[in-house]
């Protein structure tokens, strides 16, 4: 069964940092397609960025330049790195898995696994 956990959310002030984990059980990181999506209160999912099984990386304009998405293979785990953080970047943010031989972009919203979510508050 796979499940994936988020963790590293937190309050930070804005210009701030934090770095999102989301570790996985139950399949193998290396040949997925896994993405970090975020919701605002109010607000509809949006995704911020993607990894393909070949690394190819895809960012949101909103958060590019700022965040960076990498996964560790051999632990399982999943990154996003977050700099110069906003208060707009205030959200519940979860990472998802699918195994897509193709079509891996940071947009694509129909991921079969996602974590719970770990919330991010970013104060001005």
């Known amino acids: 069964q796979v499940q994936l956990v988020e963790s590293g959310g937190g309050s930070v002030q804005a210009g701030g940092s934090l770095r999102l984990s989301c570790a996985a059980t139950g399949y193998s990181y290396s040949s997925y397609c896994m993405g970090w999506f975020r919701q605002a209160p109010g607000k509809e999912r949006e995704g911020g960025a993607s990894?393909?099984?070949?690394?190819?990386?895809t960012y949101a304009d909103s958060v590019k330049g700022r965040f960076t998405i990498s996964k560790d293979n051999a632990k399982n785990t999943l990154y996003l790195q977050m700099n110069r953080l906003k208060p707009e970047d205030t959200a519940t943010y979860y990472c998802a898995a699918d195994s897509w031989a193709k079509g891996c972009w940071y947009g694509r919203p129909d991921h079969n696994y996602w974590g719970q979510g770990t919330q991010v508050t970013v104060s001005s």
């Open positions: 990894i393909d099984s070949d690394q190819t990386i």
